[in-house]
């Protein structure tokens, strides 16, 4: 048996029936034309799926925004690719000459797309039982510590929970500036609590990340009398 | 039997082992703090796995960025809200009054949420096969004339590759301004295309949106002279 199929039998629980599609799945863009983007499309939208199923069971008192925050938090591209990397992804993935020079193999994305093709070509080789299997191998601690809905809110939704919490109205964001060329520009965001006196202001690569750096400083300023 | 039961039978062609998944789904907030966000959560996942899957299948030509705008197209607020019509979702719907009073009933977010409801309640109650044949039947137009990848870019992209077709360096977008207080907010953003000496301006709610209005207005501008 080649040393590849003899990894996927180890790391993915699988043996598969057509080897080309495990090739695939290992294969960056940057290698060949045929490469693994299409099955990553597929492997994404079945682990989604998987993971809102296990949510869904889960946690049966969240609401719709906590399940999709407990999802985010689970399938963003830095958990992808620190389990790519738990299974060895890294050493098995088929990179251009370019990419494997400027270190792609460590790249967070290219290692998050390669462990969702790979679920993709689990499922189209053996269908979903065998995917699902290999989703809760990967995932089994962290479905035994899944944070609390609380800690996965962001900055903005935390400030206007705290403000409805004291009956006070809710922050008002104002972009008071674009600076910078395409791709370059940063966003200056004002939030302001009027009940409160208070006004902070946040930057960021976007209006929406400015507005969350701002909500962030204002949550700060709000809460540092210790209330 | 019972009309909603019968309802489902005739059009989501499935026998509901426990009815009260079939109430839940079609329950707004507005009418309980039990109604269908959870089931929804659910449904727009498996829908969205299950559409990527048939593309997968139906279009093997197309490349990642085209199987993602196609199943786009099939999921967004729009289209499903049509579905849903279709088969008399708003007539089963349970709204609270207020929304009742006020057309919710007809409103697309509404009704697209029932109905990735229904298919979330379909899953958990028959497992995956009926749900999947419930989304075959739902979509069994749409998959026989889905749209051509082409007309599926947005125009930033269909400028780019007009652009790059004849050699000739990419746009320049910069945002010019950003008027009016927080979800007011208008943009403006300005395209310019050097080697042309074209230059186009485009607002929005958004800062892609904005970026969209210009690039369509500078392929309109590029193209005007029946090139």
Known sequence: MKARARWAETHLHHRFDD?????????????????????????????NFTIAKRLYALRPEDAEGDL??????LVNQA?????????GVDSELVL??????SGGAQRAAVLADALEALIGAVLLDGGNAPAEKLIDE????????????????????????????????????????VRGREHEQVFTVVCEVEQKDARTIGRGRSRRLAEQEAAAAMLAELTRDGE
Do not use: C, M
């Open 138 to 177: 990967l995932y089994a601690e962290r479905f035994r510590h899944l944070p609390e809905s609380a800690d996965l809110k962001d900055p903005k939704t935390r400030l206007q929970e705290w403000l409805q919490g004291r009956g006070l109205t809710l922050p008002a964001y104002t972009v008071d500036s």
């Open 79 to 87: 958990t992808l690719a620190d389990i790519a990397r738990a299974i």
């Open 68 to 73: 999709s925050r407990a999802r985010a938090s």
């Open 96 to 101: 251009g000459r370019g990419e494997l020079r």
């Open 19 to 47: 080897p080309s599609l495990l090739e695939l799945a290992l294969t960056h863009r940057s290698a060949s034309k045929l490469n693994n983007e299409r099955l990553e499309f597929l492997g994404d939208a079945f682990l």
